[in-house]
């Protein structure tokens, strides 16, 4: 199911017979509580009679990407700050 923000940008939410929903693109965290109740209402639309509520909704993982406008030489800033992180060149894409 795609739910259209505010913003005109989409949330996608994945709906498992186990009862979970997992909402994909909601854009701040504490707008996911938001998005949770407009698909419960579309739920509960589609299926007359049925009570449902939201219950341990969670924000398990957000991820943000950011894109740089050159190349990152990864081996020379490895050399430069091996004791604060680590790489493991075999590990290809």
């Given at each position: 199911?795609?739910?259209?923000?505010?913003?005109?940008?989409?949330?996608?939410?994945?709906?498992?017979?186990?009862?979970?929903?997992?909402?994909?693109?909601?854009?701040?965290?504490?707008?996911?509580?938001?998005?949770?109740?407009?698909?419960?209402?579309?739920?509960?639309?589609?299926?007359?009679?049925?009570?449902?509520?939201?219950?341990?909704?969670?924000?398990v993982?957000?991820?943000?990407?950011?894109?740089?406008?050159?190349?990152?030489?990864?081996?020379?800033?490895?050399?430069?700050?091996?004791?604060?992180?680590?790489?493991?060149?075999?590990?290809?894409?």
């Open positions: 199911m795609r739910i259209r923000t505010t913003t005109g940008k989409t949330v996608a939410a994945l709906i498992f017979q186990s009862a979970r929903v997992v909402l994909t693109g909601v854009p701040h965290p504490s707008s996911a509580n938001k998005m949770a109740a407009r698909v419960l209402r579309r739920i509960q639309h589609t299926h007359i009679g049925i009570t449902l509520d939201i219950h341990q909704l969670r924000v993982n957000i991820v943000g990407v950011q894109t740089f406008p050159k190349r990152i030489s990864v081996e020379r800033y490895f050399k430069k700050h091996a004791g604060m992180c680590t790489y493991d060149p075999t590990i290809r894409q």
